[in-house]
């Protein structure tokens, strides 16, 4: 066995195994096959390589690289306003809220680009509806009327963070 194929296959952690598989300069079929032996001898699973590998600052970096690029490319291919500012009346309101609804596990039913298609507007401006939904909840609590949710909704997010409109003497 050469020196480096025992150096990796000595590693304790899978942080450790990542760090010197790194640095071992191999082909990737060469660290396949020792990542298959060092799974079986420690007992580590693939999901706990992946786990450490998206945690070292070598893989963070390669990940993020693009990443702009790729966030602008999808925001211009889903931008529906054709230029255009959406108007949020009360009834587009309503029907934003019965479309952002989660499942069991917690994810939206609806992803981001289905209800800019939907309401003819853009990711950010559902993101931003997203948020201000989150901050009305937290402001009238789980129990509040739909008539108050889309009340509070109509406001700005300034509004809503100096907690929300007041009622006219």
Known sequence: MKKWEKLILESSTPEEYVDRSLRSKRTPAEKAKLARQWMEATGFTKSDILYAR??????????MEGAEERTR???GMHDYSRGRTAQWTKERLQ??????????????????????SHFDTSIPSIQYLR???????????????KEKIVEFMA???????????KKAK
């Open 54 to 63: 998206n945690r070292n600052p070598f893989w963070k970096k390669k990940k």
């Open 73 to 75: 490319r999808r925001l």
């Open 95 to 116: 029907e934003f809220l019965e479309l952002n609804k989660k499942d069991a596990s917690d994810r939206y039913l609806h992803k981001d680009w289905e209800l800019a």
């Open 131 to 145: 948020r201000k939904y989150l901050r009305v909840r937290e402001l009238l609590g789980p129990k509040a009327r």
């Open 155 to 165: 406001s700005s997010e300034i509004v809503l963070t100096n907690g929300g409109p």
